[in-house]
């Protein structure tokens, strides 16, 4: 428990954060199951689409701190490979 107020603020604020967080990854997966799906129904526009869709998606995930760089660049290198093959 908090005993002060500057940690009673900063526990508001991680729970803020927490939330907010969560929003965004379940919005990041959610698009990445998007491609996935399309890749595996072998739709290769939809597929493309889907592909130009999350690659922001995810950049945008790395600037609020909620992927690390690396497991962006990773994620989107293999869904890149997933789109690639189907061509």
Same mark, same amino acid.
């Given at each position: 428990?908090?005993n002060?107020? =500057?940690? +009673?603020? +900063?526990?508001? =604020? @991680?729970? !803020?954060?927490?939330? +907010?967080? @969560?929003? =965004?990854r379940?919005? %990041?997966?959610?698009?990445?199951? &998007?491609?996935?799906?399309?890749?595996? @129904?072998? $739709?290769?526009? =939809?597929?493309?689409?889907a592909?130009a869709?999350?690659?922001?998606?995810? $950049?945008?995930?790395?600037? &609020?701190g909620? %992927?690390?760089k690396?497991?962006?660049?990773? !994620?989107?290198s +293999? %869904?890149?490979?997933?789109?690639? @093959?189907?061509?």
């Amino acid at each position: 428990m908090a005993n002060t107020a =500057q940690a +009673r603020k +900063r526990a508001r =604020q @991680s729970e !803020n954060n927490r939330v +907010r967080n @969560s929003g =965004q990854r379940s919005k %990041l997966r959610t698009f990445i199951k &998007k491609v996935i799906a399309a890749v595996e @129904s072998g $739709d290769v526009e =939809q597929a493309k689409t889907a592909y130009a869709t999350v690659v922001p998606v995810i $950049d945008s995930a790395v600037n &609020k701190g909620i %992927l690390h760089k690396n497991k962006a660049a990773r !994620n989107k290198s +293999r %869904l890149n490979a997933r789109v690639r @093959s189907m061509a």
